[in-house]
């Protein structure tokens, strides 16, 4: 069997060559620079093509663990208590994420253990603790010292692996557990006393943390541009949310809002490179079209339900396809408007 770099580096030790200080560092500068193309120039055609997707599929080898690994947790969650799940998760880590660093079983190893370590601190909760049947009930300081902990758990996790979605789901975490520990003073009930302010609050914040690791980072060649791209996921369709927690899109000005949010969002995802702030829109969008062409007070009048249904299907996929196709286009109109010190910190034009 092939020896792996981390083994090579590690014989190397033992021999004298470099210090085992030198090994984890050595590791890791190797492994980043086999990521970026040959040559080492990270601004080639295809690569410029799939910089906003974080590059975690190096081969088939990946995926067939990565389905073995899904399959195995699942069975273990299925039948064995929760800390088991967890125990499992972190087992598998030091194989495939700490040993042999495979990026696609790194990221769903990373998503399992955020879900299990928060399903445990729930449980543990609810068992030992407050008695709280459900968290969605609990008062914002309680929420706050679960989002804590569950905070706790992520650090030690990213502290080990340095897996950047790791590092996006504890600034995810930190951010919540400030934001409901400063809406603790405010409000004492559950969950739906505070739920929209903290969805568009805690997305404002993870917004501008992503535009921070974004704007370092203008062509897409360190791991801050991927945390940035967990980050946006999150955070846009939080802050919409947020935004729409006490509207109805279903009304005429409802859908006006709707329509406006949307387009501002579109126009921010232009500037910044990142479709996410397109894409996270779609479903308000959707009913926002249901208010302005389908119901008795819309203003194109009422349509059947089944046409209602294919007509909004129809101006989505044309926001899509317009805003994709022209892409490029757009983004070179909107950032020519700006001043050239503003240009040089945006994503590069492609």
Not at 7 to 32: D, H, K, M, N, W
Request: proline share 3%; aromatic share 10%.
């Amino acid at each position: 069997m092939a020896e792996t770099l981390r083994e090579s580096l590690t014989a190397a030790a033992e021999a004298g060559i470099i210090s085992s200080g030198q090994v984890e560092p050595l590791s890791r500068f190797v492994e980043a620079r086999a990521a970026l193309p040959a040559g080492g120039v990270a601004d080639e055609p295809n690569r410029e093509e799939d910089s906003e997707i974080p590059r975690f599929i190096r081969g088939y080898h990946d995926i067939l663990i990565t389905i073995g690994i899904v399959v195995v947790l699942t069975g273990i969650a299925g039948v064995a208590p929760i800390y088991a799940a967890v125990a499992a998760v972190i087992a598998l880590a030091e194989i495939f994420v700490y040993r042999q660093r495979l990026a696609l079983p790194s990221f769903a190893l990373t998503i399992a253990f955020a879900l299990f370590a928060g399903w445990t601190i729930i449980d543990i909760d609810r068992n030992y603790i407050s008695g709280e049947v459900s968290a969605m009930s609990a008062s914002a300081l309680h929420m706050a010292a679960l989002a804590a902990a569950e905070c706790a758990a992520l650090a030690l996790f990213y502290w080990r692996y340095r897996v950047p979605v790791a590092l996006a789901a504890l600034i995810i975490a930190g951010v919540v557990t400030i934001t409901v520990l400063a809406l603790s003073g405010l409000y004492r009930g559950d969950f739906e006393q505070y739920g929209t302010i903290l969805f568009l609050a805690a997305g404002v914040v993870l917004v501008g943390i992503a535009m921070r690791f974004d704007l370092t980072d203008p062509k897409r060649l360190y791991t801050r541009s991927d945390v940035a791209f967990w980050l946006y996921l999150v955070a846009v369709p939080s802050i919409l949310k947020g935004i729409f927690g006490s509207v109805k899109p279903q009304t005429t000005e409802g859908a006006v809002l709707v329509v406006a949010v949307v387009a501002l969002m579109m126009i921010v995802g232009l500037l910044l490179d990142r479709r996410a702030f397109v894409t996270a829109g779609l479903v308000y969008l959707g009913y926002a079209f249901a208010a302005l062409i389908g119901t008795d007070t819309g203003v194109l009048g009422g349509l059947a339900t089944s046409n209602l249904i294919m007509w909004i299907l129809v101006a989505i996929g044309l926001i899509v396809l317009g805003v994709g196709f022209g892409w490029r286009f757009l983004r070179q109109l909107l950032i020519h408007g700006l001043p050239a010190s503003m240009q040089a910190r945006l994503p590069v034009l492609r």
